[in-house]
C-alpha cells in the first residue's frame, strides 16, 4: 500500500514532468497534447488557454489551445458568446484565480450559455487564472469539471498552486514559440512558393495553375508551411514568414 509521502512524491514527479515538457513544447499539435494530457492527470472536463497580445503579431484575436470538441467551439462562435461571456470579460480583469460560480448569469444569453457548455460536456465547475507578462501580454488558463460544489473546493485547495504554475510556464512557452529565430523555419521551395503565392493573395486553384501542381499539392505544402510555422491557419503562417522575411510579397 502506497503512504502519503509516496503519494506526494509520485505527484511532484509528474508534475515535474509536465512542467518540462511544456517548456520543450514549440508547436499547436503538443501544446494540446499538453493539455490533454493535464486535463487527464486532474481528471478535469476541459483545459483551454486564451492569449491576447502573444509574440510579434498583433493579430485582433486571440491565440486559443483548446481541449474542447470542434463542435462546441463552432457553436460558441456562430453564437458570439464571446460578446457576453463573463470567463473572458472578467476573468481578464482580474489578477487572481477566478471561480466561475462568482460569475454573474442573471443575462439570459449568460445563462443559456453555461447550460449548454455543460451540456456539451464541459462540466458544471470552472476556474480561469490570468496571466500577466511584462510587454503587454495576457492570457487566461481556464479549466472545468463536473463535481459536487465541496469536492470543487477540495480539489482548488490541493491543486491551486499546480494550476497556477502550469498556467504561467504555458504562457511563457507559447511567447517563446513565437520567438524562434527565422533560420530554424526550413520550409521547402515548394512551401516557400506556396506560402508567396497565398501572401499575394492567389487561392489553391490559382497557386496551383501558376506553379504547376495539382490544388491538392498546394494544399499538402501549405498545410506542412503551416505546421512547421507553427501556426494556426495560412494567414497567420503568412504573418509569420513576413515577420521574419522567408518571403517578401509585394506590398
Not at 58 to 85: A, C, G, M
Request: aromatic share 10%; net charge neutral.
Amino acid at each position: 500500500m502506497t503512504s502519503a509521502p509516496d503519494k506526494r512524491e509520485d505527484h511532484d514527479d509528474l508534475f515535474s514532468k509536465m512542467v518540462d515538457r511544456i517548456e520543450t513544447t514549440h508547436n499547436q499539435l503538443d501544446f494540446k497534447r499538453v493539455l490533454r494530457d493535464a486535463m487527464d492527470r486532474y481528471d478535469l472536463k476541459s483545459l483551454a488557454f486564451m492569449g491576447f497580445n502573444i509574440g510579434n503579431f498583433q493579430k485582433s484575436e486571440p491565440d486559443i489551445l483548446v481541449t474542447y470538441s470542434n463542435e462546441w467551439v463552432e457553436h460558441y462562435r456562430s453564437n458570439e458568446y464571446f460578446d457576453v461571456d463573463p470567463v473572458v470579460h472578467q476573468g481578464l480583469r482580474s489578477i487572481i484565480p477566478v471561480d466561475w460560480s462568482s460569475f454573474d448569469r442573471s443575462h439570459p444569453r449568460v445563462k443559456k450559455m453555461f447550460r449548454e457548455s455543460r451540456d456539451a460536456g464541459l462540466g458544471n465547475q470552472g476556474l480561469s487564472i490570468p496571466v500577466r507578462g511584462r510587454n503587454g501580454d495576457v492570457s487566461l488558463f481556464s479549466l472545468t469539471c463536473e463535481s459536487r460544489p465541496d469536492d470543487w473546493d477540495k480539489m482548488k485547495r490541493s491543486y491551486i498552486r499546480d494550476f497556477q504554475t502550469l498556467a504561467v510556464y504555458f504562457h511563457q512557452s507559447v511567447i517563446r514559440s513565437y520567438s524562434k529565430d527565422s533560420s530554424e523555419y526550413q520550409l521547402t521551395p515548394r512551401e516557400l512558393e506556396c506560402i508567396y503565392w497565398a501572401a499575394c493573395g492567389k487561392t489553391s486553384d490559382e497557386t496551383a495553375a501558376i506553379i504547376g501542381i495539382s490544388r491538392r499539392g498546394v494544399r499538402f505544402h501549405i498545410e506542412n508551411a503551416i505546421f512547421k510555422l507553427n501556426a494556426a491557419n495560412v494567414s497567420h503562417a503568412v504573418a509569420k514568414a513576413v515577420q521574419f522575411q522567408i518571403i517578401n510579397p509585394p506590398k
